[in-house]
């Protein structure tokens, strides 16, 4: 890798994009020319895993550089501590204009947007105190319906109310959560336009933040894409374009019909094909503006998206499509590679950031990713369950299949209860269980979870 000097860096990170549905991971019918045209150009880490399963942890992780079990978000109703040193302070003071927009799921569990997205007005504003210079944070596609029925302010809100589409939103949302799975299993088009969709909207706030940044620093911007989370919820002319979707069906499912299904997955990967269009306007702006030679771009997710594998949908649990996430970084400094088959995290991506910014963080637990060598293990968890990964082998930890939420409220218990070996190599669909075929190398890589569990606590 060579040498690079303060290059801008632009990080796209929807919510619960699953690590296999990209092009240039293989998977039969998935679209994703930009994100493909960055992979081509720079380094993809096939194996890149969350720190944890769900949203607020997920990204305060990547926030303290550290992982689960080192930092304090626990489930969604935590927030990071704005008084508690961060990666965007970090680069804040390593002199860079630090932007942000869409989702950000960093302070979660108030709920307390604003009409501004900065949680506050001033310099007191949380999204400052933060580190972000500048910013825009919405809630989530569920938070958004919350927060409305709670009277929170919030920007996508005064938006569509802006342009008369609120009540049609809310309406339409009304048919997509309660009981049935409804959030899945309504493919309907939503009825707002296209300008209004959620992630065309997010793009477009990120775009205009472009627009301010100076030449005199370096910035940094986080997009922070909506989807493609469920519910199923896209634009009619997004649907159209999968008028006859050639997608994989789930793996070990007992649910719905093959028809539905697909239906499902095509609006899943409509939500994809759309945020892979605004990478491509991106890498276009970027070039137009003279930015494209000196902006690293890095493309991640902060988890994935079970979509119906092993009955389950969403994420929570500690199935490879849950926490394996897609991680491509293209960009001056950053030749092209043969695909990085190490297990990294959003840590390691933590980590890089402040390593390309020349910023200061001596309380970081990452890996730099563009520095050779990586590390061999990683552990993930959430709740009451972790999981380990060492070369082609993941242990699982005290997590019960039969659970309806994998223990997401539960406290880590070094005793075991339940627990699994699975060989990804022979074996990526985790249906073999080799904990009992296997007992020393499940029993190794027992001791070594429990230690980097206490490691981690320290």
């Known amino acids: ?69 080192a930092q304090p978000v626990k489930h969604n109703q935590h927030d990071v501590d704005p008084a508690e040193p961060n990666l965007y302070q970090a680069l804040r003071d390593a002199g860079y204009q630090v932007l942000g927009c869409g989702k950000f799921d960093l302070l979660k569990g108030s709920m307390d947007w ?24 919405n809630a989530g596609k569920h938070d958004f319906v919350i927060g409305q029925g709670k009277g929170r302010a919030e920007p996508f809100q005064a938006f569509l109310r802006d342009n008369d589409l609120l009540d049609i939103h809310l309406d339409d949302y009304t048919g997509r959560t309660g009981r049935q799975r409804a959030n899945y299993t309504n493919t309907a088009p939503t009825p707002l336009p296209d300008f209004a969709y959620g992630d ?19 910035w940094f911007l986080q997009v922070n894409f909506n989807g493609p989370h469920e519910p199923m919820d896209v634009t009619a002319s997004m649907q159209a374009r999968w008028p006859d979707p050639d997608l994989p069906p789930p793996v ?57 594998d092993h009955d389950r949908w969403g994420k929570v649990v500690p199935y490879q499509p849950s926490v ?16 990085c088959d190490a297990w990294v995290d959003l840590v390691d991506v933590a980590a890089t950031v402040l390593h390309l910014a020349g910023a200061d963080f001596p309380a970081g637990k990452g890996q730099v990713l563009t520095a050779g060598a990586l590390a061999s293990r990683k552990v993930v968890g959430l709740g009451g369950w972790r999981t380990i990964y060492e ?19 539960s406290d880590f218990d070094p005793a075991e209860t339940h627990a699994a070996l699975f060989d990804l190599h022979n074996d990526p669909h985790e249906r073999e269980n080799l904990v009992v075929d296997e007992p020393e190398t499940a029993s190794r890589l027992r001791q070594a979870l429990l230690e980097t569990v206490e490691e981690n606590h320290a």
């Not at 065309?200 to 370096?218: E, F, H, Q, S, Y």
């Open 391 to 409: 070369d082609g082998m993941k242990y699982v930890h005290n997590f019960d299949p039969e659970a309806a939420r994998g223990s997401v409220a």
């Open 252 to 308: 070990a499912s007992s649910q719905y019909d093959a028809t539905a299904h697909l239906a499902i997955r095509a609006n899943y990967a409509a939500m994809i094909e759309n945020i892979d269009r605004h990478l491509g306007s991106y890498l276009d702006y970027l070039a137009s503006r003279g930015y494209g030679d000196r902006t690293v771009v890095i493309y991640a997710s902060d988890h994935g998206e079970m979509l119906g």
């Open 114 to 137: 604003g009409e501004s997205g900065r949680h506050g007005e001033g310099d007191d504003a949380k999204i400052h105190q933060l580190g972000f210079t500048d910013g825009i944070d």
């Open 200 to 218: 065309n909207w997010i793009a477009g706030n990120g775009l205009k933040l472009l627009d301010g940044v100076t030449d005199d620093a370096p």
């Open 1 to 69: 890798m060579r040498a690079i000097v303060k290059p801008n860096i632009l990080l796209f990170f929807p919510d619960q994009h699953r690590g296999d549905w990209t092009g240039y991971f293989g998977t039969q019918g998935v679209r994703t020319p930009n994100l493909d045209r960055l992979a081509a150009r720079g380094q993809v880490f096939r194996n890149a895993l969350t720190p944890s399963p769900l949203c607020s942890p997920a990204r305060a992780c990547m926030a303290a550089v550290a992982p689960y079990d």
């Open 324 to 339: 394996h996430i897609p991680l491509v970084m293209a960009g001056p400094g950053i030749d092209a590679q043969p695909d």
